[in-house]
Structures are given as C-alpha cells and as structure tokens.
C-alpha cells in the first residue's frame, strides 16, 4: 500500500514536495516512480528511484526541475517539482514496482505492482 500526501495549492514560480508512504512490502526491495495525470491528457511518467540505494533516473522533460529522495527509516518517498508553472496542474501518483522498468513497460499502467491514491497539486497564482 502507498499513501499519500495531501493536494497543494502553489502559485507559479513555487516548489511543491509530495510524500508516498509504504506499507505492506520491503520498501528497499520496490522502485519507487513517479507519474503524473494533467486533465485532459494522458499519465507521464516522472523517473524513479531505488530506495535502498539511491540512485535516480529523471524524465528529460523533468531533470531540471525535479528531486525524489528516499529516508528508508520511515518507508516514505518524495517528489519535490519546482519553478511551477499552469502546466504542472495535475494528479501526481506514487508507483511501485520490482524492476525498473524500461521505457515501453512504463506506459503500462499493469506493470506497476502498487499505486498511491494520487495528490492534486494546482499551480494558480
């Protein structure tokens, strides 16, 4: 199970960090992948990263912008997206899987073993 954070409201220009803590598995033995949803448009995905190691891989449209961590003493994860700007206004969702995934088995919404419920961040000045 992956629980998340509650929806933020932001103006543009600010940062934004959304939580998803894991219950009910090894967090270090699961990636941990961030996906968003803005209306009208399909799931894109973010990046990952390996809890237990550290190690991150960024979505080119996000490395500039974005951060995930991990503190395996709590099992939570983190994204943190800054320099918000409208088009960031979406359903971001926490993900979790064995493997890493490559770049055709990331746009299967059934490869991930467990989702998070999703937070709405709004970007609105």
């Known amino acids: 199970q992956l629980m998340q954070s509650g929806a933020e409201l932001r103006n543009p220009g600010a940062s934004v960090k959304v939580s998803c803590k894991a219950s009910?598995?090894?967090?270090?033995?699961?990636?941990i992948h961030w996906v968003r949803q803005a209306p009208g448009r399909e799931l894109e995905w973010m990046g990952r990263?390996?809890?237990?190691?550290?190690?991150?891989k960024y979505a080119r449209n996000f490395q500039d912008r974005v951060t995930f961590t991990a503190d395996t003493s709590t099992n939570t994860a983190y994204v943190e997206l800054g320099g918000l700007r409208s088009g960031d206004t979406a359903l971001y969702y926490c993900?979790?899987?064995?493997?890493?995934?490559?770049?055709?088995?990331?746009?299967?919404?059934?490869?991930?073993?467990?989702w998070g419920h999703g937070t709405q961040v709004t970007v609105s000045s």
């Open positions: 993900a979790a899987t064995p493997d890493p995934l490559t770049i055709d088995q990331r746009k299967s919404v059934a490869r991930y073993d467990y």
């Open positions: 009910g598995y090894t967090f270090t033995s699961y990636y």
């Open positions: 990263i390996d809890p237990e190691h550290g190690g991150t």
